[in-house]
């Protein structure tokens, strides 16, 4: 059963720093991942997807970088802002023998930044 | 704004009361889904309809009931629900289940049930 961990739960850092959050999952037999952004009381909004192929996707200050082979995945934020505070979460999606499962997601790492 | 917008925003019931929940996306999307947010736990995905059917129901209990008259509006009906009910559900679009990509979220109805 394919099982996502995210770690740490919560970190806090001063303005300007750069910051790796990391997920881990249990079965390399992935389509892809996805890294989302919550910002309290909201919905998720889709930072990055990597598909199982890729090596890592950029956007902006983000990059995300995956190792299928190891179950791993870390979303680094560079000059991170007091904007980035927020909860990021990692989900990946399972390939059930050339079936597309179902998102996957960990309980999210929750990210402050201070001013 | 993401383009899947969800109705009421936030939402206080007691047990006995009916109620439900709306999700309208202007995406073109075919397939929805009604996800829970619980404290301390992960996403957990409910239901899933794809072009107006419903193609799964991941043991969610029958006091929850979703509804899907177009592949636009998404509805979910509470009734009877219980204080361990109350948490966010997130409603969310893609173009298709069996090709999914990207899910693009709603901004959720927190719901509390006394």
């Known amino acids: 059963k394919q099982e996502v961990t995210q770690i740490p739960a919560a970190l806090s850092v001063p303005e300007g720093e750069n910051l790796v959050l990391n997920c881990s999952f249990t079965?390399?037999?992935?389509?892809?991942l996805q890294w989302f952004r919550q910002d309290p009381g909201k919905g998720l909004t889709s930072l990055l997807l990597i598909q199982s192929s890729q090596r890592e996707q950029t956007s902006g200050r983000l990059n995300a970088s995956l190792d299928k082979s190891s179950g791993r995945s870390t979303l680094y934020i560079a000059a991170s802002q007091p904007g980035d505070s927020a909860t990021y979460l990692c989900?990946?999606?399972?390939?059930?023998?050339?079936?597309?499962?179902?998102?996957?997601f960990g309980k999210g790492t929750k990210l402050s930044v201070k001013p | 704004e993401t383009g899947v917008t969800q109705t009421p925003r936030h939402l206080v019931m007691g047990m006995t009361n009916k109620k439900s929940l709306k999700c309208e996306q202007h995406?073109?999307?075919?397939?929805m889904y009604w996800y829970k947010q619980s404290a301390k736990k992960p996403l957990e995905l409910m239901f899933v309809?794809?072009?107006?059917?419903?193609?799964e129901n991941n043991s969610v209990p029958s006091r929850f009931s979703p509804e899907c008259p177009n592949s636009s509006h998404l509805f979910l009906h509470l009734h009877t629900l219980q204080p361990e009910d109350s948490a966010l559900y997130l409603c969310?679009?893609?173009?298709?289940?069996?090709?999914?990509?990207?899910?693009?979220f709603g901004s959720g109805t927190q719901l509390s049930v006394l």
């Open positions: 989900a990946v999606r399972p390939n059930y023998g050339g079936s597309q499962g179902n998102l996957i």
């Open positions: 309809y794809n072009f107006k059917e419903q193609t």
């Open positions: 079965d390399s037999a992935i389509y892809n």
């Open positions: 995406l073109g999307h075919n397939a």
């Open positions: 969310a679009s893609s173009q298709r289940r069996d090709r999914i990509e990207k899910l693009f």
